[in-house]
């Protein structure tokens, strides 16, 4: 009777330990959970947590969120998003636009840079495009130093990349344009007052004047364009606004024991050089273009290696 006792709430906490494993599983795989107490974070080393049993300071953004806008990696697209990430977003050249990160603020004197993992391994997050993402978790006390010691000092953004869906096929393909203008452009004075204030620093010095009154006038008129040019060069060098094209394809499904994802992006960026192909044997404009490629698969060889 005692022994029987002992074996039945044994077979409760077994059974209840498989229901709360499986629906950590399909709350992963399935994408955003219904309410916030099922939300389940990634905390890396492939373990994951249900936030209401988590006692860490941990922040999750999805990817139907950051996916909303469009950029050309993962860095660009967290601006705004995240409890506690601060996101300095960078400015000029397409390809040198990065942002920098900090969690909690400055943390010391001098790196203050967060641990980036994706998918649990060290990586560029640069290289990581939206598409590709399913969630970005942020880990900001000391639970990041307990699981990964001096690097997590800082805090760290693991981001976790989609993975397939069993028994299910899907198609995606997605494109976006973008525009980009100069917010800052220098201001050139024009041929006559440059001429008219090389004259006014000749007077103050006591020599003869540069140019006469009717070259002046010629200046002013555009009479004679090739003899007294007025030129925009500023304008007849760059245009006023480039284009961005970002191309995403990905195949996602499974069946009962596999499942897979596969994803390209291209991304594209032609910058704001007016006229690139003007000179003879090469081409002048600043222009971008990158490729990615992510493939990820699940196999099941047995109930107990998913």
Known sequence: MRKNRLIIPALLAFLSMQGYAQELNDSITSGKPAKYSDDVVEIGYHKAQRLEESTSSISTVYNEDFNKRSAKNIANSLFG????????????????????????????????????????????????????????????????????????????VNITTKRGIYNTREIKFTYDHGFGWQARKPKFVDSYSYANAMNEALANDGLT???????????????????????????????????????????????????????????????????????????????????????????????KTK
């Open 81 to 156: 998003y995240g409890t506690g990430l601060t996101t300095l977003q960078g400015s000029g050249r397409y390809a040198d636009a990065e942002p920098t990160f900090f969690i909690r603020g400055l943390q010391s004197l001098s790196t203050n840079n967060p641990l980036i993992l994706v998918d649990g391994i060290e990586r560029d997050i640069t290289d990581v495009t939206p598409e590709e993402v399913e969630t970005v978790t942020i880990l900001k006390d000391a639970a990041a130093v307990a699981i990964y010691g001096h690097k997590g000092i800082n805090g760290v």
């Open 209 to 303: 004047a540069r140019y006469t009154q009717d070259e002046l006038n010629a200046f002013r008129s555009g009479q004679y364009p090739y003899l007294y040019a007025n030129v925009d060069w500023l304008g007849e060098t760059y245009r006023d606004m480039d284009a961005t094209n970002i191309y995403n394809i990905s195949f996602r499904g499974g069946a009962s024991k596999f499942r897979y994802y596969a994803m390209a992006n291209l991304t594209t960026n032609k910058g704001f050089i007016a006229n690139p192909y003007m000179n003879d044997g090469y081409y002048t404009q600043d222009q971008y273009s990158r490729a990615n490629l992510r493939t990820n698969l699940d196999i099941d060889l047995t109930e």
